[in-house]
T-cell receptor, first 113, second 118 residues
């Protein structure tokens, strides 16, 4: 079955520290991977996506993610956390044969001053 | 860039009434729209996929007679919650795919609708 798993429902970092949010997927066909951010009572904003090509993807707000096929992972990183990064983050995956976007469970990022 | 407008952002209705939520793609033609439901502190659960001009495809466990989806044009999809009950209270989000973004599997999300049934 095709699925996506986010390890860690809650991540807390200090301002200025490295942010690492983990995402693993399960698929028998090539995946297309996304990271979204959601602020309270709002929709989702796309941070970055991987479809084809370069496996290191740079997104908005200083975030980046690397697609590692051998590890079936697409972890999100940011070198230095800002207070404004505190939000809910969702990893999502879709596959060419369905078009459905499947979401991970989400990770709440807390940034401490 | 692609913009999806979702309306209303908040709605409170009485138990037993119906509520319609609209999702419009403002600057592109959305060949496919998706409707999600999100409970507090949880992820998005796909309810249904709708393609313009055809019947929506519902996910397992979603009552199609309760959650009516219409995708009559390439820019508008509606979700109607019929005979709403308090357990239908949730955050509903639409997503649209189409136009130039679809080449790279782009999905654009609406801002969501907070439904409260009293």
């Amino acid at each position: 079955a095709q699925s996506v798993t986010q390890l860690g429902s809650h991540v807390s970092v200090s301002e200025g520290a490295l942010v690492l949010l983990r995402c693993n997927y399960s698929s028998s066909v090539p995946p297309y991977l996304f990271w979204y951010v959601q602020y309270p009572n709002q929709g989702l904003q796309l941070l970055l996506k991987y479809t084809t090509g370069a496996t290191l993807v740079k997104g908005i707000n200083g975030f980046e993610a690397e697609f590692k096929k051998s590890e079936t992972s697409f972890h999100l990183t940011k070198p230095s956390a800002h207070m404004s990064d505190a939000a809910e983050y969702f990893c999502a995956v879709t596959f060419s044969n369905t078009g459905k976007l499947i979401f991970g469970q989400g990770t709440t990022l807390q940034v401490k001053p | 860039g692609a913009v999806v407008s979702q309306h209303p952002s908040r709605v409170i209705c009485k138990s037993g009434t119906s509520v319609k939520i609209e999702c419009r793609s403002l600057d592109f033609q959305a060949t496919t729209m998706f409707w999600y439901r999100q409970f507090p502190k949880q992820s998005l659960m796909l309810m249904a996929t709708s393609n313009e001009g055809s019947k929506a495809t519902y996910e397992q466990g979603v009552e199609k007679d309760k959650f009516l989806i219409n995708h009559a044009s390439l820019t508008l999809s509606t979700l109607t919650v019929t005979s709403a009950h308090p357990e239908d209270s949730s955050f509903y989000i639409c997503s649209a795919r189409g136009g130039p973004l679809s080449v790279n599997y782009g999905y654009t999300f609406g801002s969501g609708t907070r439904l409260t049934v009293v």
